[in-house]
């Protein structure tokens, strides 16, 4: 199930901007951000995909909606330039942006190598 984030949400559970200066995640479990708009068809298309793999990784992956009309300073702090942009996060480490509506086996990878296995990505393993 994905969660709707506002500013005040996001403070809490990913990360305060306005009391920290070095990233820090702080979530307990990693996280994917999708920003979008209401009014962009790629979004509304890719949201089904979204919320199916929400549902695949409930309990290991949280995922997470910002819409940038309604929380036009979160989009700003990502510097959102084009949507949908989805934000991987992992537990330790830097987050990580891709840009457009990815496929679901893309998304499905890209949360396996990032979030769920980063180790793999790390050592060059495969998968």
Not at 59 to 66: A, D
Not at 85 to 113: R, T
Request: with cysteine; charged share 25%.
């Amino acid at each position: 199930m994905t969660i709707h984030l506002t500013k005040e949400t996001f403070l809490e559970k990913v990360f305060n901007y306005e009391t920290q200066k070095e990233w820090s995640y702080n979530g307990d479990l990693p996280c994917v951000i999708d920003f979008w708009a209401e009014w962009c068809g790629p979004c509304r298309a890719f949201a089904p995909v979204f919320e199916e793999l929400s549902n695949e990784y409930a309990g290991t992956v949280n995922f997470y909606k910002i819409d940038t009309e309604a929380e036009q300073e979160l989009a700003a702090v990502f510097n959102i330039r084009s949507i949908p942009s989805i934000l991987f996060i992992p537990k330790n480490g830097k987050p990580q942006m891709a840009m457009g509506a990815l496929p679901k086996s893309a998304l499905q990878d890209a949360i396996e190598e990032v979030l769920v296995n980063p180790e793999m990505q790390t050592t060059g393993a495969e998968k």
